[in-house]
């Protein structure tokens, strides 16, 4: 079949009008403007284009529009302009305009999810970061920060949009735990800045937003537990502790313990030894020697970087025999509830927070949180009224780096036997006061009395 001429015309808005649709698209080449063209669809749409030679000597059409909202005598310039372009700087439009609708695509994919995500990659294959950090990271961006901004793409991100978030969370941290929720605005404000920053590097964003939202005014947190409180602390967990059914668990048909027993048991376990709540939840067999009666942490697992060695008190040990006997197979003895895939790992930090703000609730107990225990303890350690040991080895005993920088030089002792006697005799002070009985007081001659029984049930 011959091939059918090319229809040629000057392309005015007169002769566009009178353009008639056809069974199949067809085009008109304009005569004053070489590849100057319009296409007539079988709808009657008329579109301006410009046909061009790509550098590799093919042929390629650029749209330039429709008319009437382009007229002729604009489409021509255009088409013009497109030529020269070609021919000066062997640009070809049509693949640079692809160009840019990828480019738009992947902008519009490069959302905060989408970067929250390649940091949490980045930082674990990276192993740079203790796994506990990296959970804490996880939480507050999974919880907090992804659902009020991590639709938005991240290089549209504003410092007004953040603000307004941390304001939001401020609010929620207030009403559920009590305060005024800026230490959880200004953590969220901190990993949203430790992401956004990642993204910069990466070529994501220009200027990382966050540096233009101050954050907000803390004051150093003051707040230890009084010995009626760690009273009602301590035996509402013994309650969770004990089996809903006591007549069934002795007859063999009930659960061996109560569904709070993990949290609650890691809870006591984080008073006695006043460590931290990641490295209590996320605690390991492998760590603990029953016969030296130590737990030993590496330093990939302690905050300050440098390993510790926590000597444990009876009250303790005996918290960890009883999960010996329910969890000795396990990976640690505080573990959580089965997954998915009926696996039992050990519990989530953010797991003991929230039973720890359920018991305070149910207390009335305000204001407090569990590292709270922890200021708790080393506020009684070194209290000359209550147990009276020197400040560094309280120091010690909480792992915080002693504060003249000679000693940390010099002495490099690890303490144990001082760290031993101080966490006994606060195990003690604590057994005292779940009984009800008034707190520890110095003896004559600055010793210590322990305790040799069992904590109360």
């Given at each position: 079949?011959?091939?059918?001429?090319?229809?040629?015309?000057?392309?005015?808005?007169?002769?566009?009008?009178?353009?008639?649709?056809?069974?199949?698209?067809?085009?008109?080449?304009?005569?004053?403007?070489?590849?100057?063209?319009?296409?007539?669809?079988?709808?009657?749409?008329?579109?301006?284009?410009?046909?061009?030679?790509?550098?590799?000597?093919?042929?390629?059409?650029?749209?330039?529009?429709?008319?009437?909202?382009?007229?002729?005598?604009?489409?021509?310039?255009?088409?013009?302009?497109?030529?020269?372009?070609?021919?000066?700087?062997?640009?070809?439009?049509?693949?640079?305009?692809?160009?840019?609708?990828?480019?738009?695509?992947?902008?519009?994919?490069?959302?905060?999810?989408?970067?929250?995500?390649?940091?949490?990659?980045?930082?674990?294959?990276?192993?740079?970061?203790?796994?506990?950090?990296?959970?804490?990271?996880?939480?507050?961006?999974?919880?907090?920060?992804?659902?009020?901004?991590?639709?938005?793409?991240?290089?549209?991100?504003?410092?007004?949009?953040?603000?307004?978030?941390?304001?939001?969370?401020?609010?929620?941290?207030?009403?559920?735990?009590?305060?005024?929720?800026?230490?959880?605005?200004?953590?969220?404000?901190?990993?949203?800045?430790?992401?956004?920053?990642?993204?910069?590097?990466?070529?994501?964003?220009?200027?990382?937003?966050?540096?233009?939202?101050?954050?907000?005014?803390?004051?150093?947190?003051?707040?230890?537990?009084?010995?009626?409180?760690?009273?009602?602390?301590?035996?509402?967990?013994?309650?969770?502790?004990?089996?809903?059914?006591?007549?069934?668990?002795?007859?063999?048909?009930?659960?061996?313990?109560?569904?709070?027993?993990?949290?609650?048991?890691?809870?006591?376990?984080?008073?006695?030894?006043?460590?931290?709540?990641?490295?209590?939840?996320?605690?390991?067999?492998?760590?603990?020697?029953?016969?030296?009666?130590?737990?030993?942490?590496?330093?990939?697992?302690?905050?300050?970087?440098?390993?510790?060695?926590?000597?444990?008190?009876?009250?303790?040990?005996?918290?960890?025999?009883?999960?010996?006997?329910?969890?000795?197979?396990?990976?640690?003895?505080?573990?959580?509830?089965?997954?998915?895939?009926?696996?039992?790992?050990?519990?989530?930090?953010?797991?003991?927070?929230?039973?720890?703000?359920?018991?305070?609730?149910?207390?009335?107990?305000?204001?407090?949180?569990?590292?709270?225990?922890?200021?708790?303890?080393?506020?009684?350690?070194?209290?000359?009224?209550?147990?009276?040991?020197?400040?560094?080895?309280?120091?010690?005993?909480?792992?915080?780096?002693?504060?003249?920088?000679?000693?940390?030089?010099?002495?490099?002792?690890?303490?144990?036997?001082?760290?031993?006697?101080?966490?006994?005799?606060w195990a003690a002070y604590v057994e005292r006061v779940a009984r009800g009985e008034p707190g520890v007081v110095r003896p004559e001659g600055n010793v210590v009395a322990l305790s040799k029984a069992k904590m109360h049930v």
């Amino acid at each position: 079949m011959p091939r059918q001429a090319s229809r040629k015309a000057k392309l005015t808005k007169t002769y566009i009008e009178s353009l008639k649709p056809e069974a199949k698209r067809y085009r008109v080449l304009d005569t004053v403007q070489p590849g100057f063209c319009v296409f007539v669809a079988k709808t009657g749409r008329c579109t301006f284009a410009v046909r061009y030679v790509t550098s590799e000597g093919k042929n390629s059409d650029k749209v330039l529009g429709d008319y009437p909202s382009l007229l002729p005598d604009r489409a021509r310039e255009l088409a013009a302009a497109a030529r020269t372009d070609v021919r000066a700087k062997g640009a070809d439009p049509v693949a640079q305009a692809r160009s840019k609708r990828k480019e738009g695509t992947e902008r519009r994919q490069r959302t905060l999810n989408a970067l929250a995500e390649a940091y949490l990659k980045h930082v674990e294959a990276h192993g740079k970061k203790r796994q506990s950090t990296i959970a804490k990271e996880r939480a507050h961006l999974q919880t907090n920060i992804l659902p009020r901004l991590g639709k938005l793409p991240v290089d549209k991100i504003t410092a007004m949009e953040i603000t307004e978030a941390l304001a939001d969370i401020k609010a929620s941290a207030a009403s559920r735990r009590g305060g005024n929720g800026n230490a959880a605005a200004n953590d969220c404000r901190k990993y949203l800045r430790l992401v956004l920053e990642f993204g910069r590097k990466q070529g994501w964003l220009a200027v990382n937003p966050v540096v233009d939202v101050d954050k907000y005014a803390e004051r150093p947190r003051e707040r230890v537990a009084t010995d009626a409180e760690l009273r009602a602390l301590w035996n509402h967990w013994e309650a969770q502790k004990a089996p809903k059914n006591a007549l069934e668990d002795a007859s063999g048909d009930g659960e061996a313990m109560g569904r709070g027993w993990a949290t609650a048991c890691a809870l006591q376990f984080l008073t006695l030894t006043l460590q931290r709540g990641e490295e209590v939840a996320s605690m390991r067999w492998s760590e603990v020697d029953f016969q030296a009666r130590r737990w030993t942490l590496d330093a990939a697992r302690k905050k300050e970087d440098r390993g510790a060695t926590v000597p444990l008190a009876p009250q303790a040990l005996a918290i960890l025999e009883e999960a010996r006997k329910l969890n000795g197979d396990a990976e640690g003895p505080f573990m959580g509830r089965p997954g998915p895939d009926g696996q039992r790992t050990t519990l989530e930090r953010g797991s003991m927070t929230q039973a720890f703000e359920r018991a305070c609730i149910k207390l009335g107990i305000e204001g407090l949180t569990p590292h709270d225990m922890r200021r708790t303890g080393r506020t009684c350690l070194s209290d000359g009224e209550r147990l009276g040991f020197p400040v560094h080895i309280a120091e010690v005993v909480i792992s915080h780096k002693l504060s003249d920088s000679l000693m940390r030089t010099y002495d490099l002792n690890a303490y144990l036997p001082e760290k031993r006697a101080a966490l006994e005799a606060w195990a003690a002070y604590v057994e005292r006061v779940a009984r009800g009985e008034p707190g520890v007081v110095r003896p004559e001659g600055n010793v210590v009395a322990l305790s040799k029984a069992k904590m109360h049930v």
